[in-house]
């Protein structure tokens, strides 16, 4: 079995980033062009990983909310916080929180520009959500919330985003077999 292994947040698309021109902004981070400002979509922000399932799940059906396994998050830094669920069709993210102690059914996020990173580009913004997403343990997995309702919703990507700039880097993603189930 081959384990694939990525790290929350790349440095070359930083560099690129901050290196860009407006035709950059636009071919290599697919970023719209609003007044004077370039919004470069959630999906190509340097501290989102994404990855397609592979076909179009519902967040919820008959046999329970959708989960995944196969997956595994490796934490090196105790400060580090960082969301892991399925972008759903509504844009929102559902699924589980990385780090810290406390446990917890549901809570909302906002995933935006990690806290803590400074982006030196007054003319780039980044497109941000909402993560409704409860403790990690042991897999990714819709959360029971009554903060919202995820009936009807489909999913075809898993995202890991870095919520503080301590995650980047510190956060390890591993999977091998991805195996989507409903609990």
Known sequence: MRIETITLGDLEQFRKLINSNPNDLIKLFKAKKKDN????????APWVIS???GYQYSLESNEGRLSLEGVNFRILNRQARAVAGFLASNG??????LGGRSRFKCIRVNVKVPMGLAIPLSNVEFESTQAYVSTYEDKVIVPKCELVNSTG????????????SQAIGNVVVEFSTLKVLYL
Not at 37 to 44: A, E, F, H, M, S
Not at 92 to 97: A, Q
Not at 156 to 164: F, T
């Open 37 to 44: 400002t370039y919004v470069i979509p959630l999906l190509k």
């Open 51 to 53: 990855i397609d399932l």
């Open 92 to 97: 929102f993210i559902y699924g589980s929180y």
């Open 153 to 164: 919703l489909t999913t075809s990507r898993l995202i890991v985003a870095a919520l503080n």
